[in-house]
């Protein structure tokens, strides 16, 4: 448990920020300077912007909530794209790049976003595939990966020895989770409720 946490902030740490660690810095897939699309403002992505932010890098945050990327903003995103308003969001982030792309790509969506993710990433860039809220069965344009020289990574958690690399990259840049609300015990099904609805950004932690 990092020095200065909470019991709260600590118990989001084992999974999702292992995971956005191994995705971004642990696996050294961000260059210095280098930039990292985040899709969306959950916990493995909100994790993934605060690392990779602390990192130095340019992060640009994608979300279907204009008040979300605006929040994302405070936390160190240095660009936000609204999907729903723009769909072809991979085009827009080849435009806030100058037409170079992402290094690293955090794939939330799966199905629903490997096409789009691809397009955004650069040339030897790393797709890290975190999630499926899309759906799991994605069919991956394995063309658009070798004309960018890029990799397709997949990434859950990691090690004992990774956490603790981890837990020590939090307390040098003084990282807190970003734990958007928590509840008693009891309250469990209106915390399921809130999960299932999305109406949050970062984690939720059920008191226990």
């Given at each position: 448990m990092?020095?200065?946490?909470?019991?709260e902030?600590?118990?989001?740490?084992?999974?999702?920020?292992?995971?956005a660690?191994m995705?971004?810095?642990g696996?050294n897939?961000?260059p210095?300077g280098?930039?990292v699309?985040?899709?969306g403002?959950g916990?493995?992505?909100?994790?993934?912007l605060?690392?990779?932010?602390?990192?130095?890098?340019?992060?640009?945050v994608?979300?279907?909530s204009?008040?979300?990327l605006?929040?994302?903003?405070?936390?160190g995103a240095?660009?936000?794209?609204?999907?729903?308003?723009?769909?072809?969001?991979?085009?827009?982030?080849?435009?806030?790049?100058?037409g170079?792309?992402?290094?690293?790509?955090?794939?939330?969506?799966?199905?629903?976003?490997?096409d789009?993710?691809?397009?955004?990433?650069?040339?030897?860039?790393?797709?890290?595939?975190?999630?499926?809220?899309?759906g799991?069965g994605?069919?991956?344009p394995?063309?658009?990966?070798?004309?960018?020289?890029?990799?397709a990574q997949g990434?859950?958690?990691?090690?004992?020895?990774?956490y603790?690399r981890m837990?020590k990259f939090f307390?040098t840049h003084?990282?807190h989770?970003?734990?958007d609300?928590?509840y008693?015990?009891?309250?469990?099904?209106?915390?399921?409720?809130?999960?299932?609805?999305?109406?949050?950004?970062?984690?939720?932690?059920?008191?226990?």
């Amino acid at each position: 448990m990092p020095a200065g946490m909470s019991y709260e902030e600590a118990a989001t740490l084992p999974t999702a920020a292992l995971t956005a660690w191994m995705a971004t810095v642990g696996n050294n897939n961000v260059p210095r300077g280098g930039t990292v699309l985040v899709e969306g403002t959950g916990g493995i992505a909100s994790f993934a912007l605060q690392i990779s932010s602390a990192f130095g890098a340019r992060v640009i945050v994608t979300s279907s909530s204009d008040e979300k990327l605006e929040r994302a903003r405070s936390l160190g995103a240095h660009d936000g794209i609204n999907y729903k308003n723009i769909p072809a969001w991979g085009d827009r982030v080849l435009e806030l790049t100058g037409g170079r792309g992402a290094d690293v790509v955090i794939d939330i969506g799966g199905k629903s976003t490997i096409d789009q993710s691809l397009k955004s990433l650069a040339y030897g860039g790393t797709v890290a595939l975190v999630g499926g809220l899309g759906g799991y069965g994605a069919e991956i344009p394995t063309a658009e990966l070798i004309r960018r020289v890029a990799r397709a990574q997949g990434v859950y958690a990691g090690s004992r020895a990774d956490y603790l690399r981890m837990t020590k990259f939090f307390e040098t840049h003084r990282l807190h989770p970003l734990v958007d609300r928590t509840y008693a015990l009891e309250n469990y099904a209106a915390a399921l409720k809130d999960l299932a609805a999305g109406n949050f950004m970062g984690k939720l932690v059920i008191q226990l």
